[in-house]
């Protein structure tokens, strides 16, 4: 098995940037286009060559920089198909259950509706590795701009199945507010204590809180953390006032 090469690089305000390198193939995969400027600058300092640009969702900050950098690398577009008609430059639209192939690594298209109704998460299992646009985040999900409670609570679900080890790309760097509304709701759960001690530090530091894995979400994030979709759609409903 290839052993994947990631960069990720601060975007805009509060994006992340990611590059996915295959070194036997020299495949780079560019997950959304929040700036393509810094991220062309960011592949030619790693001395890659961006072959394919993955879309997870249609949102001006992760799909707004398509067509320059399509331009500039003439990299292929790999986008879901739910949201086609609001995604530029698409070369191939893909559906849950869909394999992209990245070189000799491939990664699994999971449908993961909510924060948007066509939003995708990208899932190299090989790697432990997936990539989950604003579906979920370090101690949080993503706001339901066109989804349901119902079909976020799924959403997340489906995710949390995953292996504990999974190390999870979030796209936006929020951890440290949404350390601070999970611990209104969750103020005695000791997993969440020390990630919020960690989350401070590294922040003070001036050092990024992604990526996460699962099995740490699992202990701590209050979305993960709900029971059922009344429970997840209350703590939205408290993080949305928060």
């Known amino acids: 098995m290839t052993e994947l090469l990631i960069r990720q690089f601060p975007c805009l305000q ?11 193939s020299g495949e780079t995969a560019c997950i959304d286009t929040p700036d393509a ?12 060559t961006i072959t394919q640009i993955w879309n997870t969702h249609h949102h001006f900050d992760h799909a707004g920089g398509n067509l ?9 577009i790999i986008a879901p198909a739910y949201d086609a008609h609001r995604i530029d430059g698409i070369d191939v639209e893909v559906r849950e259950g869909d394999t992209v192939q990245l070189g000799e690594a491939s990664a699994k298209v999971l449908h993961t509706p909510g924060h948007t109704t066509g939003h995708v998460v990208y899932w190299f299992e090989d790697q432990n590795t997936a990539f989950v ?15 349901t409670p119902a ?6 679900s489906r995710l949390a199945a995953m292996p504990d ?9 929020y951890t440290q507010a949404n350390a ?7 103020p005695d759960n000791p997993a969440l204590q020390r990630y919020s001690r960690e989350v401070d530090a590294r922040r003070a530091r001036g050092e990024a809180t992604v990526p996460t894995t699962l099995g740490k979400e699992k202990e701590a994030n209050p979305f993960l953390l709900a029971r059922t979709a009344e429970d997840f759609a209350e703590a939205r409903a408290q993080k949305d006032r928060f």
């Open 37 to 48: 400027d810094r991220i062309q600058y960011e592949a030619e300092k790693a001395g890659w």
């Open 14 to 24: 509060d994006n992340y940037g990611f590059l996915v390198h295959e070194p036997v």
């Open 165 to 173: 080890k999974t190390t999870l790309y979030c796209a936006h760097e």
């Open 180 to 186: 601070k509304f999970a611990l209104s709701i969750d």
């Open 68 to 76: 320059a950098l399509k331009a500039a690398t003439g990299a292929r």
């Open 133 to 147: 646009g604003d579906t979920l985040f370090a101690l949080g999900c993503g706001r339901l701009f066109e989804g």
């Open 151 to 156: 079909d976020m609570f799924k959403s997340l």
